[in-house]
């Protein structure tokens, strides 16, 4: 395989973050003002790099992340592979003391090793995991690109970096994540490494927001 650079950055802000509603892969709206700006100070930032391509998820709160770039020329390409996971009958639900404390029982049970384990009518980390690997690996063994770009989700790029990283997904939660936050990566054959964690430093202090 060919080695690569990867900037991977997590979607801009939505509505549904703003508001602590569930989103996933059932769930698709764009982005709110918060988020284009998120994205467009993304772009600010790192329009000098010279990209081959951008990937996202079929989601639209990905593909409207990478609009700037998309503006200016970039080649853009979709992967269902890379959409968020299904959080099931918890999506489009705020999320209340009840809720929350029944996705903090499911995140103990994944950190525990039962990354089987899913939300009822969604899917579970290893699943998400499956469904994942034949886009990363489509996209990492494309021999014309060297630098790209991808936007996912904050679950579903958790798993893709501990797949990368070869963690076991039980230590999926060690990657965090913000709205448009960014790892960069060197991937060659099947090693791979992690130059920046989760920066922000791209995004003015206003901009600047954690959600799940």
Known sequence: MKSKKIYLIRHGETEYNRKGIVQGSGVDIGL????RSQAQAFYEAYRHIPFDKAYSSNLLRAKESL???KKSGLELASF?????????NKEGQEIDMTE???YLHMLKSWREGQTDIKI???ESPDE???RLKPAITEILEDQSTSTILICM???SMRILLATLLNYPLRYMDLFAHENLCLYTLYATGQLCRIEDYCSTKHLPDALRRHFR
């Open 32 to 35: 709110n003002e918060r988020g």
């Open 67 to 69: 609009d700037p770039f």
């Open 80 to 88: 269902a592979g890379l959409n968020e996971i299904n959080w099931g």
């Open 100 to 102: 929350n404390t029944y």
């Open 120 to 122: 009822e009518g969604g």
């Open 128 to 130: 998400v995991q499956r």
């Open 153 to 155: 989700h904050g679950r």
